[in-house]
């Protein structure tokens, strides 16, 4: 009986320690958000934006708008990736996209380089949401500073990210965004033609706090799915000097979709 004992006690050892060696390693940070892309792979998403603006004795300004993308990779590093392919808003030519670069920080097509300010794209852009913590659970959260404007925020923005969700067998994780900041976005016309009892006014705009929230998820990098609504309130200046309070609201969506997604 203590020989069986014995033997029990050794092989029950010699399996934990084998499941030991053969675990899983844990997922990081940067395996749930940084872009892992391989040469050939292919992507599309779909898209679409809404801006609205309400102000007293004004009809309701609204613009809606949305496209699809196509992407092949064609070069890929740890750190920049090309593209084949192009986005296209309806109603718009086609952009090609050409490369991402710095962790996806700056968008490179037809020989020119900009700072990629776009509020989603097909990639985790770490000047929207920072520098992947090590550490990835549930309730993890951090703090980014957007020092310049961007698609759908002014510039010396705050905004908090929050770990929702992680599913480290997908390497797939849900992040909230929340954030405020005041003025002008990104190439955002100063000016706003509005329409007052069926005649157009022009009028200046003069920007107030913004607040964004929304969620994102990522799967080894790559936006599966995003949303965002942006709220700010704004002042609308006529040329008589008078001056209108007035509430813009702004709603972004993307998804992924099946390759390809464009049109033709």
């Not at 844990?26 to 749930?32: E, R, W």
């Not at 936006?223 to 709603?251: F, N, P």
Request: hydrophobic share 35%.
């Amino acid at each position: 009986m203590r020989s069986w004992l014995r033997f029990c006690v050794l092989f029950t050892g010699f399996l934990f320690t084998g499941l030991a060696l053969s675990a899983p390693k844990s997922l990081t940070g940067d395996d749930y958000l940084t872009p892992h892309l391989k040469v050939s792979e292919s992507y599309s998403n779909v898209f679409a934006i809404a801006h609205a603006v309400k102000a007293e004795g004004f009809d309701e300004y609204v613009r809606r708008n949305g496209g699809s993308g196509d992407y092949t990779v064609i070069s890929a590093s740890n750190d920049a990736w090309g593209f084949r392919g192009s986005y296209h808003y309806d109603g718009q030519a086609p952009v090609p996209i050409g490369e991402l670069r710095d962790g996806g920080r700056t968008a490179c097509s037809e020989g020119k380089c900009v700072p990629y300010d776009d509020g989603t794209g097909l990639l985790y852009n770490p000047t929207l949401w920072g520098t992947p913590p090590k550490h990835l659970a549930a309730g993890v959260s951090w703090t980014v500073h957007l020092e310049k404007p961007w698609e759908l925020g002014a510039p010396n923005g705050t905004q908090t990210v929050t770990v929702m969700h992680v599913d480290p067998t997908t390497a797939t994780a849900t992040l909230r965004r929340e954030g405020s900041s005041e003025g002008f976005f990104a190439d955002e016309p100063p000016q706003l033609k509005m329409i007052r009892s069926g005649q157009t006014v022009v009028l200046n705009v003069v920007p107030g706090v913004a607040h964004w929230i929304g969620h994102t998820t990522f799967t080894k990098g790559v936006v599966i799915s995003d949303e965002l609504v942006v709220t700010r309130k704004d002042i609308l200046r006529g040329d008589d000097g008078k001056d209108i309070q007035a509430v813009e609201r702004r709603i972004m969506i993307l998804n992924a979709a099946p390759w390809p997604a464009q049109p033709g």
